[in-house]
């Protein structure tokens, strides 16, 4: 059974930056797994992704300023989130999908509870 969970961050200022972590239970590849955020309202916006090759991708609003990375020896995924802003605020997630076949397949994706980030100007 995969679990994830995210470590417990709070509040910084416009420019700082943030280290998230994702523990790992039940997995031990590097792909189809990445992080999500949410502010107020429905949608979540992927924030940066390990793909089915286990290459990084990032979301436009966020390239150049995070960097995902994989702790082989901790079992942990990593956001490195650096030149923060108040629009970066948000409830962020570790996920997992599901590699079958060599795709990854967001149906019945594993959620972690989700860690407060707050950016304050």
């Known amino acids: 059974q995969v679990q994830l969970q995210e470590s417990v961050v709070g509040s910084v200022q416009t420019g700082a930056s943030l280290t998230l972590s994702c523990v790992l239970s039940g997995l031990s590849i590097y792909k189809c797994l990445g992080w999500f955020r949410q502010s107020p309202g429905p949608e979540r916006e992927e924030v940066a992704y390990f793909d089915r090759y286990g290459i990084p991708t990032y979301g436009n609003s966020v390239k150049g300023r995070f960097t995902i990375s994989k702790d082989g020896a901790n079992n942990e995924m990593k956001l490195q989130m650096n030149s923060l802003t108040p629009a970066d605020t948000a409830m962020y997630y570790c996920?997992?999908?599901?590699?079958?076949?060599?795709?990854?397949?967001?149906?019945?994706?594993?959620w972690g509870q989700g860690t407060q980030v707050t950016v304050s100007s």
């Open positions: 996920a997992a999908d599901r590699l079958v076949l060599g795709y990854c397949v967001p149906h019945g994706r594993t």
